[in-house]
């Protein structure tokens, strides 16, 4: 059995279009509404790129803590609870 066109068009073509079309807007009054969850990516995007460029050690805190440690004054009962407190903190 065959099935034969009853029109000459091919229903499936797509359709052409006439152009573009201008709005009837006046020059200079062009506009972009950005959604609140592009403007959260674009700030996320933003931040991560900051991180990615920012150096992985603190040069500036590494010189303070040397210089605390440096002093022995600074590394006292006080100080030693608190950074063994840290520590197990972080492990447990």
Do not use: C, H, W
């Amino acid at each position: 059995m065959t099935i034969d066109r009853l029109n000459p068009l091919d229903p499936i073509q797509p359709k052409k279009t006439s152009g573009v079309s201008r709005s009837d807007k006046k020059p200079g009054s062009d506009s972009v509404n950005l959604s609140t969850e592009s403007i959260a990516k674009a700030e996320l995007f933003k931040a991560l790129e900051l991180a990615k460029a920012a150096p992985d050690v603190r040069m500036d805190r590494v010189a303070e803590v040397k210089a605390k440690l440096e002093d022995p004054n600074y590394i006292d009962d006080l100080v030693l609870g608190v950074t063994a407190d840290r520590i197990l903190d972080q492990l447990l």
